[in-house]
């Protein structure tokens, strides 16, 4: 099995296990914006300054009642600084401060990411590592694998006022004293090149946890992306 045919079959997997988990499981919807500035420095290095927010309007059982009320949950503000190792290829690490609760939660962050060149698309691989520090509670400690592509709507690359879909799918272990849980990711979006400098995004969040042990937890987020390059 190719590399693309693998993709979709993971894709494919992940919509699967979601049907099949979601009888007897409490689900969430909400909205996730964020604002994304990326710096380019000299010798190959880069930055990104991120800052999201997650807002609830949603939440219950599926097959029973739902509490529509609107609740703020947290805000992130986080900075990523990358180098280019080889040709396709990036090490980072980072730093990101979550406020929710009336609560200061960090966070450190290592990762490495690779671009796989395929004929009519690219595929960029993730490996991602950090470490959740929590007020009166055990450090967190989570390894993440994301698969994802872009793919350009118009030609062979998302050129100033021509759209693309990007889809991104992702694997998230996490442990906590002897707690183990897994998450999965599956986020499609469209995007649009505004100018050179911009471009804003809009789609689906869809995660899935607490599958293991007990019914599964669902959270359906509505994604709105803005990318800047200073």
């Not at 609760?101 to 990762?111: E, K, T, V």
């Not at 969040?205 to 987020?221: I, K, T």
Request: hydrophobic share 35%; net charge positive.
């Amino acid at each position: 099995m190719n590399t693309e045919k693998r993709f979709l079959f993971t894709l494919c997997l992940c919509l699967f296990f979601s049907y099949k988990t979601s009888a007897q499981s409490t689900y969430q919807v909400g909205g996730l914006p964020s604002i994304n500035l990326n710096y380019k420095l000299k010798n190959d290095w880069s930055s990104n300054f991120k800052i999201e927010s997650r807002q609830l309007l949603q939440r219950g059982m599926f097959n029973s009642d739902s509490n529509r009320n609107y609740e703020y949950i947290l805000t992130d503000f986080s900075l990523i600084t990358a180098k280019k190792v080889g040709l396709n290829s990036r090490i980072s690490g980072g730093y990101l401060l979550r406020f929710r609760d009336g609560n200061a939660i960090h966070r450190l962050i290592q990762q490495f990411a690779v671009t796989q060149i395929l004929p009519r698309f690219r595929l960029a691989h993730r490996v991602v590592t950090d470490q959740t520090f929590l007020p009166a509670e055990a450090t967190e400690y989570r390894l993440r694998y994301r698969l994802a592509t872009e793919i350009p709507l118009n030609g062979q690359s998302a050129d100033p006022k021509e759209f693309y879909l990007k889809i991104s799918n992702e694997y998230l272990n996490s442990i906590q004293n002897s707690d183990y849980d897994l998450e999965i990711r599956f986020v499609p979006l469209l995007g649009y090149a505004i100018s050179e400098k911009h471009k804003i995004e809009f789609g689906l969040d869809y995660r899935v946890n607490s599958f293991l042990d007990q019914y599964a937890r669902h959270s359906f987020w509505t994604s709105m992306n803005w990318f800047i390059e200073i």
